[in-house]
């Protein structure tokens, strides 16, 4: 399946972005400064798909970020139903070990339990 996920996904975007990458290689200047535009104060020249992948990799870190505090009410949802679960499988041992000593002594009262493991 990851095979064919490559074959079918990463290989052509690979193809692209080399493309991409070929075609965009021209220096671009890139100006953080929007009130002079003639002679900006901070200002990068580089090849607009280094500028293109940069803007990817920002939108990618952004996106994931809001994504994974959008599941936070999830997650702590998860925790609690998993310490919930964790309880009752512990009150559930105590209980059946707490009624298999009373079912062994009501057997046999007046003799010593045998353990039988």
Not at 32 to 59: C, K, M, R, W, Y
């Amino acid at each position: 399946m990851r095979k064919l996920f490559n074959l079918v996904f990463l290989i052509p975007l690979a193809i692209v972005l080399v493309l991409l990458s070929v075609a965009n290689r021209a220096p671009t200047l890139f100006s953080l400064d929007p009130l002079n535009s003639d002679t900006p104060a901070l200002a990068f020249e580089l090849p607009l798909f280094v500028l293109l992948f940069i803007a990817l990799i920002i939108g990618l870190v952004i996106g994931s970020a809001l994504t994974w505090t959008r599941q936070g009410k999830y997650r702590r949802a998860l925790r609690e139903k998993s310490y919930e679960a964790t309880q009752l499988q512990r009150d559930k041992d105590v209980s059946k070990n707490a009624s298999d000593k009373q079912n062994s002594a009501e057997i046999a009262p007046g003799l010593p339990l045998i353990s039988q493991s």
